[in-house]
């Protein structure tokens, strides 16, 4: 497992991600869990992304570390994630965790799937709902 602190992680773990992850492990009584981040293939875009909690991380995981919480990226999903910001909104569109991921050359309007460049997208250009995303 590959540990970074925030500053040299191949991506961010924002403050509001953190604080929401940091209030639902402390709901959950388990402490020891972490927030997993992945990418599959599928969704309206190519691409959707994941998020899971779980107790322990994979030999090969890269963990990111904020505040004592940990976010879990695994090899394959980091390579389609790198640079991304994960962050978590609360608006008028409900609560959400949201990824801002610059690899991602049209997205979903609700922003859980993605496609990347090389990849057609069956979407127009900039997803299903255009703008509805941060």
Avoid: W
């Avoid at 409900?94 to 990824?99: D, P």
């Amino acid at each position: 497992m590959t540990e970074m602190a925030q500053g040299d992680a191949p991506l961010a773990f924002c403050d509001a991600a953190v604080a929401k992850v940091a209030e639902l492990i402390e709901e959950s009584d388990s402490p020891g869990l972490m927030l997993r981040v992945y990418v599959t293939g599928g969704g309206c875009s190519g691409f959707q992304y994941g998020f899971s909690f779980e107790g322990s991380a994979n030999p090969d995981d890269v963990r990111v570390e904020r505040n004592g919480v940990i976010l879990l990226v695994d090899p394959m999903s980091l390579q389609y994630l790198g640079g991304a910001e994960i962050d978590f909104e609360d608006g008028l569109e409900g609560a959400r965790f949201v990824i801002r991921n610059p690899n991602a050359v049209s997205t979903c309007g609700c922003g859980s799937s993605f496609s990347i460049d090389g990849q057609a997208s069956p979407l127009p250009e900039g997803g299903c709902n255009v703008g509805s995303c941060h």
